[in-house]
């Protein structure tokens, strides 16, 4: 902080607030980036897919099966038969609800027939399976 002095020989401070204006501008940008950047579940190393599928533009239900076979459904840890009963309330508010199943390539075969099992139990006829799509 410098100080200068007027025509009247009063001193003043000068204080330049661009380097602050800057840092927030920046802050900003950076909690924009962190709040818009998130996606439903969880990140899981998915399997690579055959061809390329495209989902509705209905409200999808993501759930996901970790790599150690535990359920989240739109990333909210869930047992099965919490997973049943969430999906029945949302069932009753959207009857042609689209759902992903998004398993980790690790996981064991089992938890993932067990979310689909879910899925034919209360009539859901819109299921994907997430994979990645294949380079080339």
Same mark, same amino acid.
């Given at each position: 902080?410098?100080?200068?002095?007027?025509?009247?020989?009063?001193?003043?401070?000068?204080?330049?607030? =661009?380097?602050?204006? *800057?840092?927030?501008?920046? /802050?900003? /940008?950076?909690?924009?980036?962190?709040?818009?950047? +998130? @996606?439903? +579940?969880? #990140?899981?190393?998915?399997?690579?897919?055959?061809?390329? %599928?495209? @989902?509705? #533009?209905?409200?999808? %239900?993501?759930?996901?099966?970790? *790599?150690?076979?535990?359920?989240?459904? !739109? =990333?909210?840890?869930?047992?099965?038969?919490?997973?049943? %009963?969430r999906l029945t309330q949302q069932k009753?508010?959207?009857?042609?609800?689209?759902?992903?199943?998004?398993?980790?390539? #690790? =996981?064991?075969?089992? +938890?993932?027939? *067990?979310?689909? !099992?879910?899925?034919? %139990?209360?009539?859901?006829?819109?299921?994907? @399976?997430?994979?990645?799509p294949l380079k080339g």
């Amino acid at each position: 902080m410098s100080m200068k002095a007027d025509s009247e020989g009063k001193a003043y401070d000068d204080i330049n607030v =661009t380097p602050m204006v *800057d840092l927030y501008l920046v /802050l900003l /940008l950076i909690f924009i980036i962190m709040t818009t950047a +998130g @996606l439903q +579940g969880l #990140k899981v190393n998915l399997p690579k897919e055959s061809a390329a %599928q495209s @989902l509705a #533009k209905k409200k999808i %239900q993501a759930i996901t099966v970790s *790599d150690d076979g535990k359920i989240f459904l !739109n =990333t909210v840890p869930v047992t099965l038969d919490e997973l049943t %009963q969430r999906l029945t309330q949302q069932k009753a508010q959207t009857p042609d609800m689209p759902v992903v199943i998004r398993g980790d390539s #690790k =996981t064991e075969y089992k +938890g993932v027939m *067990d979310v689909l !099992n879910v899925c034919t %139990q209360l009539g859901i006829t819109e299921v994907n @399976l997430a994979t990645k799509p294949l380079k080339g």
